[in-house]
């Protein structure tokens, strides 16, 4: 069997603005993220990327521009999403308005990690706005704690956040 069917549920939840609370201990591992309502308009989806050797990065820096110009797509982890969806990188649209989301994503077991999750616009070429990088020293099959994701810079980048295939 692959590692990934035995991947624990990485829960994020998006809270844009004034939102609920996310539901507390419920799930494996739960991963908070708060942006202004004044920014959530011009974003238009989350990209959500994990990547190897967390230890080793240094967040301020993977936070000033896209990950696609600094880092090899081969550290980034597969992951799935709630829909069965696979990839190294998963997107997910923003709620409208600004609205609180929720969104599940497999992590496979492990340690050392970095869980990036960067900011698109909504144009046409997507752009990057700006990212919230964190530190997962363990993904276990059990429970994990909830961690609560460092604030998204703003960087308002004119690179392209699409990693080459």
């Not at 844009?16 to 591992?29: E, I, S, V």
């Not at 980034?76 to 999403?81: C, G, I, R, S, V």
């Not at 900011?119 to 909830?146: I, K």
Request: hydrophobic share 40%.
């Amino acid at each position: 069997m692959s590692a990934m069917r035995h991947a624990p549920l990485l829960m994020l939840t998006l809270l844009c603005g004034c939102g609920p609370d996310a539901a507390p201990g419920a799930l494996p591992l739960g991963l908070e993220v708060t942006l202004s309502r004044a920014v959530a308009s011009q974003v238009g989806a989350y990209q959500v990327v994990v990547l190897k050797d967390g230890a080793k990065r240094n967040c301020t820096e993977l936070q000033r521009t896209c990950l696609a110009t600094q880092v090899d797509p081969g550290d980034l982890l597969e992951l799935k999403d709630a829909d069965g969806n696979t990839g190294r990188t998963l997107r997910f649209p923003s709620a409208p308005g600004g609205a609180a989301m929720g969104l599940a994503v497999d992590v496979p077991v492990g340690r050392d990690y970095a869980l990036v999750i960067e900011a698109l616009t909504a144009d046409t070429p997507t752009r990057f706005l700006g990212s919230s990088c964190n530190y997962l020293r363990e993904v276990n099959s059990g429970t994990n704690a909830t961690l609560v994701a460092a604030p998204i810079e703003l960087t308002f980048q004119a690179c392209d956040p699409v990693f080459p295939r």
